[in-house]
């Protein structure tokens, strides 16, 4: 296992794994106590409009994806703010409006270019030494807005009415956390995907939960479970030479349905005594 990472490019992977643990772990964690799973879906494969411009622009795809992901982030905020009970239908006509885009302007660019699959499906052994710097400039934006309004974000995803009159601005704070969400979604595009994006976010996140008495304790072990499925599967994809962001993702998914599994078998054993 050592001289797998002793290569260069899986040294980028490596500490990709570790920035994208970050923030998984204090995003997804978010995501999961606000129930905002298809939201962040919805952005992940909107974003897909944005690579497609940017590819048909010759410009970086991740440039394309980020400059969408915040657009994207503003509008789902903005409308689904004024009318969450319909928060699914916005989410859903921004997802295949942004997947619409994209095939469009990739349908538009002439010649095929196979880094879009990248996007599409991760490829955390390509990532750059820009890659590793544009993800590392994002956890500290997402340390900072968190560490900042870390108790504003906790009164408004488990009882936003009673923040609202305790004085917390919570147009505001569900904004960033819109915006944060918008964030993490860039973070792990390279890892493993829009496509699969919603597994990463939400998988460390939905177990560490079980086990944690805080919200703080629940991002820690997010962080450190994405940690190891990240570095898990990019090692099994070294291994027997397949596709990472997939690997990354199956183990995961792995791990989650056997700890579903045992979990559920645990409760229903203790009903039963």
């Known amino acids: 296992m050592i001289e797998a990472f002793s290569f260069p490019f899986m040294q980028h992977a490596l500490l990709a794994s570790f920035l994208i643990s970050i923030c998984v772990g204090i995003v997804g964690s978010l995501v999961i106590i606000n129930r905002m799973v298809f939201l962040a879906g919805g952005i992940a494969h909107g974003s897909y409009g944005g690579i497609g411009i940017a590819i048909f622009l010759g410009i970086s795809p991740l440039l394309g994806a980020t400059t969408f992901a915040t657009i994207l982030s503003i509008i789902i905020a903005y409308i689904s703010y004024q009318n969450r009970e319909r928060m699914d239908t916005v989410i859903g006509a921004m997802w295949a409006a942004g997947m619409s885009i994209g095939i469009i302007f990739t349908d538009l660019t002439p010649g095929y270019n196979v880094d879009i699959m990248s996007y599409l499906f991760g490829s955390i052994i390509s990532v750059s030494t820009t890659d590793l710097w544009i993800m590392g400039i994002f956890d500290i934006v997402i340390l900072f807005f968190v560490s900042i309004y870390h108790k504003e974000l906790l009164a408004v995803s488990f009882d936003s009415e009673f923040a609202k009159l305790r004085g917390v601005k919570d147009k505001m704070i569900y904004y960033i956390l819109i915006f944060l969400i918008g964030i993490s979604v860039i973070v792990t595009i390279r890892a493993v995907g829009l496509i699969l994006v919603i597994a990463l976010l939400s998988i460390p996140p939905f177990i560490a939960e079980k086990f944690s008495s805080s919200i703080y304790k629940m991002m820690l072990y997010a962080t450190i479970l994405t940690l190891i499925f990240t ?26 349905f056997i700890f579903l599994f045992l979990y559920r078998f645990k409760h229903i054993r203790k009903s039963m005594m």
């Open 231 to 256: 570095t898990g599967g990019l090692y099994l994809s070294y291994l027997f030479n397949i596709s990472s962001g997939a690997t990354i993702i199956l183990f995961a998914s792995a791990v989650f």
